[in-house]
């Protein structure tokens, strides 16, 4: 199904869902597809994630258990399969707080016609690359971005998608954020997601537009501006103070702190719909919690899969780059390695995009060098969104598990306000808060 059929698409789904509950009779719905003798017997539900690991969505850990039993045959062969389930949570303030089911309608555009639609245009591109692509390209022809888990089902009020665990692949650790090798891995599958986006609104502006038009902008959006205003007083208060504190001599970098800040949610909003020829359709959330790697034996990343899309977007790709890199990484290892990681980024979305257009590439964009003179100018601008989205990131990814909000607390009042996760800034957060402003402000891009 093409991106024809987004709106019939989006109607069926909203019509044919009741509620998130589970029960064997949608398991065994789902996988009979696969495998047709199959019987599920039973299945046990445990919590996906822990505190200060997600807070939009209510994660489950799903253990099924059954047997095949193949046509004409008397035995049974035992069957086990663990899933993740994804649901809206049960609490209803936490729904409304974190305006979750907007969010949960802009995963399931992704898995039910975002990703269909790349992988088949990507599919296209690459069988046609193949015989004419360089022998040093062989093996990247194979590469079709598809660096997220199975989804077996997608609806406004579920996502039922694989269990990267089963396949050996782990989160980092939250309060450690990503090292130099880990960094470089995300940075590559971005590049091969961005360059999708690129190549296929060149190709099919038309349908891009459609796929683009489908989502919903999840936080900054001018409509939200009034929503979130207390909530954002409370982060920049908090900025502040954590800078102010840690380097009270830098008074002109403090003004300068000061008189972003003043108008910040307005600044991310500006950030966020600019439109860019490097516009994309991004992940929006790339943060630690939402990347998992798969290690060899001597520890070395084979790969790298992104998960959670509520906050999918289309804007400039650099506020990817940004996000990423101002909210998952130490200011030590950005000041030695920030150009080495853009240039890694821009020499695997050169590498994507020539594959995906062919010689087209240099009457797109000019040249491999006016690419990377645009990734630069893009993050140049769009660094402070790292900045804004930093404040809210920090103080959650640098705490304690204990300290964390805790999203499966129980409640059924309606939220008129959105959420104070009342987060206590630690050291590490307002020394990582006061090495991202400085470097901000030194380098230019505040």
Known sequence: MGVNDIESRKDSITSSTSSSHLDLELFQRLFVKYEPDLT??????AQGSGRGDNYTAALFRIALKGHTQPEGSSKKLKWEKSIICKRLPDCKIKREAFKSEALFRNEVVFYNTIMPEYVEYQRRQLAAAETSVHSADSEEVHRIFQAIPQCYLARDDLLVLEDLRVRSFTMPDRQAGLGPKQLEAVLVELARFHAVSLAYKRRHPVEYRKLANALEEGIFSQANAEWYRKYYDVLTRNAIQMVRQTVPEKKDHLAKLERFLSNCFGHLVELVNRESELSVICHGDCWTNNILFRYDDDGAITETCLVDFQLI????????????????????????????????????????LRLLLGTSFDAEFGSEQRLWELINDEFKVCARFGLGTAMDMLPISTCSSEEAPDLYASGTETAATPPELNVPPNEQCRQKMTMLVLELIDDGML
């Open 40 to 45: 599920i017997d039973s299945y046990e539900e």
């Open 313 to 352: 977007r289309h804007g400039s790709l650099a506020l990817d780059l940004a996000y990423l890199i101002y909210c998952c990484t130490d200011g030590l290892l950005r000041k030695k390695n920030l150009q080495y990681w853009l240039q890694t980024y821009h020499q695997q979305l050169v590498r994507s």
